[in-house]
């Protein structure tokens, strides 16, 4: 029911910053959204997470204080502002979206984008 389309994706240096966006159609009324990622080799791993309302967010330890994850319901659109990007974060990036409140656990999202390139160069 819910479409999700990922962009803001692309090549930078290590250091530097990208801000993924998210862009919902369809209802995402009170649901929460999320970003996902999947580095070549490994497993699809939690990135971060945000409320409906926007109060409540969760960010993997891994990420805190350099990726900032926001909504805005208007727009129906996330975002994922990272920052201080290290190469071991070169991975495909998915927009995800549930109902119900903030999780970090994979399966329990229902709709999922079709992935942005991020490739942090060393």
């Known amino acids: 029911q819910v479409q999700l389309v990922e962009s803001g994706g692309g090549l930078v240096q290590a250091g530097g910053s990208l801000r993924l966006s998210c862009a919902a159609s369809?209802?995402?009324?009170?649901?929460?959204m999320g970003w996902f990622r999947q580095a070549p080799g490994k497993e699809r791993e939690f990135v971060a997470a945000?409320?409906?309302?926007?109060?409540?967010?969760s960010h993997a330890l891994s990420v805190k204080g350099r990726f900032t994850i926001s909504r805005d319901n208007a727009k129906n659109t996330v975002y994922l502002q990272m920052n201080s990007l290290k190469p071991e974060e070169t991975a495909v990036y998915y927009c995800?979206?549930?109902?119900?409140?903030?999780?970090?656990?994979?399966?329990?999202?229902?709709?999922w984008g079709q992935g942005t390139q991020v490739t942090v160069s060393s």
């Open positions: 995800a979206v549930r109902r119900g409140p903030v999780v970090s656990t994979e399966n329990l999202y229902d709709y």
């Open positions: 369809g209802r995402t009324f009170n649901n929460a």
């Open positions: 945000i409320s409906w309302t926007g109060s409540i967010t």
